[in-house]
């Protein structure tokens, strides 16, 4: 079967693959950084962040001098912030142990900050030419329809056995190409929902299709259910500036920046905001006169949703010891400059 479907597979994706960059020019510098900004993320949105990071830093070298608040700000809006700081740490990794070069080596690239095995193996394979399969989600859709697998794909037994199937699938002359064509099989043919399995050109390889599964495969066993979270964010403002928040490392967005919050068990009121005991700390003795209120964010995360306001406060004066509390003032033209979640950029733009 092997030789066949890789020559239906090669055919398929010479004919179809999108025209990207890191595709162009297979380069290890361009292929990981694509990798990285493409877990948990699209094309269609990563292209653009993967354009924008190699104008400002066309070699790894000059990624490896850059702050982290730099790659923070840089990274606004992909989510997942932890892959920024991996990106960061990798790059100066590289640049300390190896010159600058990535190792064309499966064993040492797994050795760097934020790879695992599924980026070791697409930059051995797509930069280096050695026979590594890549196993992403497309790759798991793909192989578990194409064998019908009914063991789910997010059990450490269901991603051993497509890995292995994988492995024997891999063409060993053309690892790189294969696996690019796996995961765009995956990415724009056979998708999740309402594959197109009467012009597929692997459908005869296909028992999904002739067992009539298609729709069912693959299987994932049932998620965690989401934590509802409920923030009340605190948008001070005087004389032209606003308070800004820096948020700790032991939640979410770490070292990102927002507005002051008060978390409640519940929905609560502005009034119910304003009587908090955790306002009267911020605020102190100041006096304050409510603003306006925005509309209620619902911003879902993996695990988590947030139920969200903000509530602007406006302030007689500055507050003398908020700056001990991770609150700064900065001015309202200069919030662009930090790096701030998503949900944050939503409220200023809004």
């Given at each position: 079967?092997?030789?066949?479907?890789?020559?239906?597979?090669?055919?398929?994706?010479?004919?179809?693959?999108?025209?990207?960059?890191?595709?162009?020019?297979?380069?290890p510098y361009y292929v990981?950084?694509?990798?990285?900004?493409?877990?948990?993320?699209?094309?269609?949105?990563?292209?653009?962040?993967?354009?924008?990071?190699?104008?400002?830093?066309?070699?790894?070298?000059?990624?490896?001098?850059?702050?982290?608040?730099?790659?923070?700000?840089?990274?606004?809006?992909?989510?997942?912030y932890s892959r920024a700081?991996?990106?960061?740490?990798?790059?100066?990794?590289?640049?300390?142990?190896?010159?600058?070069?990535?190792?064309?080596?499966?064993?040492?690239?797994?050795?760097?900050?934020?790879?695992?095995?599924?980026?070791?193996?697409?930059?051995?394979?797509?930069?280096?030419?050695?026979?590594?399969?890549?196993?992403?989600?497309?790759?798991?859709?793909?192989?578990?329809?194409?064998?019908?697998?009914?063991?789910?794909?997010?059990?450490?037994?269901?991603?051993?056995?497509?890995?292995?199937?994988?492995?024997?699938?891999?063409?060993?002359?053309?690892?790189?190409?294969?696996?690019?064509?796996?995961?765009?099989?995956?990415?724009?043919?056979?998708?999740?929902?309402?594959?197109?399995?009467?012009?597929?050109?692997?459908?005869?390889?296909?028992?999904?299709?002739?067992?009539?599964?298609?729709?069912?495969?693959?299987?994932?066993?049932?998620?965690?259910?989401?934590?509802?979270?409920?923030?009340?964010?605190?948008?001070?403002?005087?004389?032209?500036?606003?308070?800004?928040?820096?948020?700790?490392?032991?939640?979410?967005?770490?070292?990102?920046?927002?507005?002051?919050?008060?978390?409640?068990?519940?929905?609560?009121?502005?009034?119910?905001?304003?009587?908090?005991p955790l306002f009267h700390?911020?605020?102190?003795?100041?006096?304050?006169?409510?603003?306006?209120?925005?509309?209620?964010?619902?911003?879902?995360?993996?695990?988590?949703?947030?139920?969200?306001?903000?509530?602007?406060?406006?302030?007689?004066?500055?507050?003398?010891?908020?700056?001990?509390?991770?609150?700064?003032?900065?001015?309202?033209?200069?919030?662009?400059?930090?790096?701030?979640?998503?949900?944050?950029?939503?409220?200023?733009?809004?």
């Amino acid at each position: 079967m092997n030789l066949t479907f890789q020559t239906l597979l090669r055919n398929w994706y010479e004919q179809n693959k999108r025209i990207l960059p890191w595709r162009s020019e297979p380069a290890p510098y361009y292929v990981w950084l694509s990798e990285i900004i493409l877990q948990q993320t699209r094309v269609n949105q990563g292209l653009n962040y993967f354009l924008h990071f190699v104008e400002r830093w066309p070699k790894l070298e000059n990624l490896a001098s850059a702050s982290e608040e730099e790659v923070l700000k840089m990274w606004q809006g992909l989510g997942y912030y932890s892959r920024a700081r991996n990106l960061l740490r990798c790059a100066r990794q590289v640049s300390t142990q190896y010159g600058g070069a990535f190792p064309a080596d499966y064993a040492k690239l797994k050795q760097l900050q934020g790879i695992g095995d599924y980026t070791a193996a697409a930059i051995a394979s797509i930069a280096f030419n050695l026979p590594y399969a890549v196993v992403d989600g497309n790759v798991y859709r793909v192989i578990s329809r194409l064998f019908d697998i009914e063991t789910p794909i997010n059990t450490r037994e269901g991603q051993q056995c497509i890995a292995q199937i994988a492995d024997e699938l891999l063409d060993h002359a053309h690892p790189g190409l294969h696996n690019q064509a796996m995961m765009e099989f995956g990415a724009l043919h056979c998708i999740p929902k309402n594959p197109d399995c009467q012009n597929c050109p692997i459908q005869a390889h296909c028992l999904s299709y002739a067992n009539h599964t298609t729709e069912k495969r693959p299987v994932k066993q049932d998620k965690t259910k989401a934590r509802t979270r409920y923030f009340n964010y605190l948008v001070f403002k005087t004389d032209g500036s606003t308070y800004l928040h820096q948020r700790g490392t032991d939640d979410i967005w770490a070292k990102l920046y927002d507005f002051p919050l008060i978390e409640s068990e519940k929905a609560i009121s502005i009034d119910e905001v304003i009587v908090h005991p955790l306002f009267h700390q911020i605020v102190e003795q100041n006096n304050f006169t409510v603003g306006k209120a925005s509309r209620i964010f619902t911003h879902k995360l993996t695990h988590q949703t947030l139920i969200v306001q903000f509530i602007e406060i406006i302030l007689d004066k500055k507050i003398p010891n908020i700056e001990t509390k991770n609150i700064f003032l900065t001015s309202e033209k200069d919030l662009g400059q930090f790096p701030i979640p998503r949900l944050i950029d939503l409220y200023l733009n809004s």
